[in-house]
């Protein structure tokens, strides 16, 4: 039986063109699709990026700067409900920012070849994700003028921050994320910024020339950037973990019923990559579409996010369960009247379609690889998975808050138009920063998949041609 590199065609059923790493073309092709589609920028684009930027205004400038003239009083905030959607949006947010740090450093540590096209897509979203997320607590603040006063710093007053407020520990945990993930995703940009430099002209030539740092590609460049892309690999994931998990415990190390639970902690973190993830799919869809980018995002990288998605829809049932039993089972009035409240009271539609979005539908669809490697498919179920995580963050913060210990002060909330324009606001937010960063940066990380194709090769093993993989120094 001979064992020999073949550069044959596959069998007729599964032809080659449909996995990319077996799919090359020449180098130059590459870079000239992935520089064509940032420089695609007709009226539909600047259409969609001028109505965003009007939603921000409005948003952000407009009502945020109406809430700090006039007060918390404008919001839908009123006792005992002091955690609204500000803080749930918050949450939402810091979930959607695991996206980068699982599908990129993780798979990356892992060595999943099939993360190569689309890690910059999630890394992104990660550093915009949390810019967002950042802004919330100052939101929720007030007196957002006094922001610094959760910054330690050496003063005349002798005042320092509070280290037991949750506040504090949200701060210095976004902090420390942000400027994490940002290095990370700008060590891999630094390839793709150089390739840009030597094709462009005018003020993208200047810009480009002064991100990649002289960038030209040496073997010893080449060596340090992926020992320090191996490094913050590594570094950055305990960094992800930790930042939900102190999200979590801004309500677990509380007495607050529903709240206080150890449980909190992985449950977070597991809700996170779950809409993180999905969020990832939701954004490939939309750019392999508008940027044409079919060449690089194809089925086969759908099918392999579906199956996460689904396994970790299974996780996040499982720590829902959990968390539901042990309320349940431990008997206390004011966890039976929570458990009424979701099930039969004004939350009930939003508990009952939380379920239908984060169970029922993935575990009906995304068993199927006819469904996960359909996008349009894959964007309604992932988007609906977001709905429904959005979901369980207010129920589980606005929700669980309109019942305590004391009957004579339970309540109900309602968001108030205030609340509802900021969270439109800091959405496209999000949007706008994405959709600019698409024409600014290569979104496709081409050195990645160059390196990936030059490692995958066919070896002809008795009758068969089987895909090899040479590890690459």
């Known amino acids: 039986m001979s064992v020999e590199a073949a550069p044959l065609a596959w069998p007729q059923e599964e032809a080659p063109q449909e996995k990319l790493m077996l799919d090359p073309r020449p180098p130059e092709e590459m870079n000239e699709m992935v520089l064509n589609a940032m420089k695609k ?7 969609v990026v001028g109505g965003l930027a009007l939603l921000v205004l409005i948003g952000l400038v407009g009502a945020w700067g109406y809430q700090i003239l006039e007060g918390m009083g404008v919001a ?43 890690t910059r897509a999630a890394e992104l979203m990660t550093s915009f994700a949390l810019v967002v997320a950042g802004m919330y607590p100052l ?31 949200d701060m210095l945990a976004i902090f420390t994320y942000l400027v994490g993930s940002t290095i990370y995703l700008y060590l891999p940009l630094i390839p793709d910024l150089a390739m840009a430099r030597d094709r462009s002209t005018g003020w993208r030539r200047r810009l480009y020339r002064l991100l990649a740092l002289g960038w030209r590609g040496t ?16 570094a950055i994931i305990p960094v992800m973990f930790s930042v939900h998990t102190i999200v979590a415990w801004d309500f677990g190390m509380t007495m607050t019923p529903g709240w206080h639970s150890s449980i909190f902690g992985p ?19 939309i750019v392999r579409k508008a940027m044409k980018l079919d060449y690089f995002l194809r089925p086969e990288h759908f099918d392999a996010l579906g199956k ?85 963050r207010y129920i589980i913060v606005a929700g669980n808050l309109t019942r305590n210990r004391l009957p004579f002060d339970w309540g109900v909330y309602n968001p108030s138009l205030v609340e509802i324009l900021i969270s439109i606001g800091s959405l496209s937010t999000f949007i706008l920063l994405y959709a600019l960063a ?9 050195w990645e998949v160059q390196e990936g ?12 041609l089987v895909p090899s993989i040479t590890e690459l120094d």
Not at 141 to 169: A, K
Not at 438 to 446: E, H, M, N
């Open 41 to 47: 920028t007709g009226w539909r684009y600047w259409t």
């Open 76 to 118: 839908g905030i009123r006792r005992p409900v002091y955690w609204g959607v500000y803080i749930t949006n918050f949450v939402f947010w810091i979930g959607i920012s695991h996206s980068g740090t699982f599908v990129s450093a993780i798979l990356r540590v892992f060595r999943a070849e099939f993360r190569r096209p689309f």
């Open 139 to 169: 939101i929720h603040l007030g007196r957002t003028w006094r922001f610094y006063w959760m910054i330690p710093y050496p003063n005349q007053r002798q005042l320092w921050p509070n280290f037991h407020s949750p506040l504090e520990w």
């Open 219 to 234: 073997e010893a460049e080449w060596h340090h950037l992926k020992t320090a892309i191996n490094i913050f690999a590594f």
């Open 267 to 285: 449950y977070f973190v597991v809700g996170a990559i779950f809409s993180g993830v999905s969020a990832v799919v939701m954004v490939l869809v």
């Open 308 to 392: 996460i998605v689904l396994v970790f829809s299974f996780a996040w049932t499982y720590f829902f369960f959990a968390d539901y039993l042990t309320e349940w089972y431990g008997g206390e009035a004011v966890s039976r009247e929570l458990l009424t409240l979701q099930a039969h009271g004004p939350v009930a539609p939003l508990w009952y379609l939380m379920l239908i979005t984060n169970i029922v539908i993935p575990w009906l669809t995304l068993w199927n690889r006819r469904v996960r490697t359909s996008p349009r498919l894959m964007f309604f179920i992932t988007f609906s998975i977001n709905v429904g995580m959005y979901i369980e």
């Open 438 to 446: 698409t024409r600014l940066l290569p979104l496709i990380p081409v």
């Open 453 to 464: 194709q030059f490692a995958h090769s066919l070896r002809r093993i008795g009758r068969s």
